[in-house]
């Protein structure tokens, strides 16, 4: 799922693209996609787009008369340029959004579409789309310290809860967390204050380094290699390979369609933690710490 470094390295495409031009038609092919009623998609056809701006994971579409189209890409969904009236591309093509000088398509991978647009109108109904997370990038050590010890749970699920902290997911928890060194399943209750001040320093430095590194990489092109796993990264997706800090093989813990990746040598004090699956599964041959792997 497109996470906060790649929804800002969207909404800085579009901006460029599409504010100050008008949305001339909009051809929708998977009717699964549109998730509001009123108003009507194609109330938008003939507004002209005011501004482009991220809530969340959420890419938003200001257009004029406080009509707003709000993406949620989810997992497989993936916006792409093309030229005027550009033709959807198979069997993934879900929505084209056509511009007099060129068209945003939009696409979604696999048989599940879970992608959405939902069209509202105003502050009022715009807000409803707003989860409430904390901006890891402006956010004070403060902020994050009562954010963070607002409920009890595992700092990787808390950085991970929408309404706690906007626009960071699986991967770049994973990336947050090694810089902090932190363990993934430490509670929050039982952070200190040097903990959360690591916590913050870390995240608003990830952030930020990823989107800068992206927007370097990408120039004025439009994004089309969105991807929550890059060479780049130091844990997340590196499963088995050497940790870039103190070279232990990167560890994971798998849940349900989840991966978590760690250090256990920067972020554990070595400890091998138990995957639900798997270390169940060989009970007393689990090793616990990296000596015994």
Known sequence: MPELPDVSLYVSALRRRVVSHRLERVRLKSPFLVRTVEPRLSDAEGRKVLDVHRTGKRIVLGLEDELFLVFHLMIAGRFR???????????????????????????????????????????????????????????????????????????????????????????????????????????????????????????????????????????????????????????????????PECGSPVQRIVRADNETNYCAGCQTGGQILKDRALSQLLKDDWPSSLDEL
């Open 81 to 243: 340029w093309g030229k005027p009236c550009a033709g959807l591309p198979g069997r993934i093509g879900v929505a084209a959004f056509d511009f007099e000088h060129g068209t945003l398509l939009l696409t979604e991978a696999g048989t599940k579409k879970r992608a959405s647009l939902h069209v509202v109108s105003g502050a009022e109904g715009l807000a409803e789309h707003d989860r409430g997370g904390l901006d890891g990038l402006s956010a004070s050590t403060a902020e994050v310290r009562e954010r963070i010890q607002s409920k009890n749970h595992t700092v990787k699920r808390a950085l991970c809860d929408p309404r706690l902290f906007s626009g960071i997911g699986n991967a770049y928890s994973d990336e947050i967390l090694h810089r902090a060194r932190l363990s993934p399943l430490k509670w929050t209750s039982r952070l200190d204050p040097d903990e959360i001040t690591r916590l913050h320093r870390a995240a608003s430095e990830t952030l930020t380094w990823w989107i800068e590194h992206l927007a370097r990489e990408l120039g004025d092109k439009f994004p089309e290699k969105v991807t929550a796993f890059r060479k780049e990264m130091a844990v997340h997706g590196k499963f088995g390979r050497p940790c």
